[in-house]
């Protein structure tokens, strides 16, 4: 194991540990809030789909089964593709609830971009299970996930600005910073130690906009008691 292996396996784990730690007690503290359950939920959908994702490279990196890595690095893709859909999706209706805003509109909007986001992720010319790379296909799976997050990020902007102490305040930064990295990855094919600096980035920005809903949940169960 070279020293950047180690280090993105010690990154990997912290991240991972962190995001965990979080989400567990966001879920003993969730009550019967039901934005409380909404952020667990989020986080959770998160956690699971990134501990498939990193969890089995991590196996790979240290026990050297080079040979496993287009089928482990695919479905990882796959799995952290869905991930950063459904924390999206989620963090739209944990919106709603926050601000007591009707975001029904906004939520057929985006219920079409989850939709043609999965079936364009499902289709067979994705070639997951061999690690195999349609540039096309990374275009177009992309730019619904795109809208929704610049839907999710204008509404935390415009409804933040009306709250002074909102805990939400300054997470359409976090979020806006969490697809910046992807852009030149997706679309102008960035590899090599640009893309991991920029994939480092966009995991920061997530563990920051976890921490929020964390101090969401924190602050309204000491309300309560």
């Known amino acids: ?47 699971v789909c990134d501990c498939i994702q990193l969890v089995p490279r991590m196996v790979l990196i240290v026990f050297n089964w080079k040979a496993y890595s287009p089928l482990v690095d695919g479905i990882g893709f796959l799995s ?21 805003k009707d975001i029904g509109f906004w939520r057929n909007v985006c219920n ?40 999710v990020i204008y ?17 359409w930064i976090h979020d806006t910073l969490s697809f910046v990295p992807l852009v030149p990855i997706t679309f102008f094919h960035v590899g090599g130690l640009g893309a991991v600096l920029l994939i480092t980035l966009h995991t920061v920005c997530y563990i920051a906009m976890v921490v929020c809903s964390y101090r969401v949940v924190s602050a309204d169960r000491t309300k309560s008691e």
């Open 1 to 47: 194991m070279n020293s950047q292996d180690l280090s993105e396996c010690i990154f990997d784990i912290s991240y991972l540990s962190t995001l965990l730690i979080l989400t567990t007690k966001m879920f003993l503290r969730r009550g019967n809030s039901k934005e409380k359950h909404l952020i667990t939920w989020m986080c959770f959908s998160l956690a």
């Open 155 to 171: 509404l935390l902007f415009v409804n933040s600005r009306e709250k002074p102490h909102d805990a939400f305040r300054w997470m």
């Open 80 to 100: 952290g593709a869905i991930g950063i859909t459904l924390f999206q999706r989620i963090l739209l209706e944990v919106l709603g609830c926050h601000y007591e």
């Open 112 to 151: 079409v971009l989850v939709v043609v986001r999965m079936v364009l992720l499902l289709l067979p010319n994705n070639d997951w299970l061999h690690g195999g790379h349609n540039a096309i296909m990374t275009y177009l799976q992309n730019i619904p996930v795109f809208l929704l997050g610049a839907v």
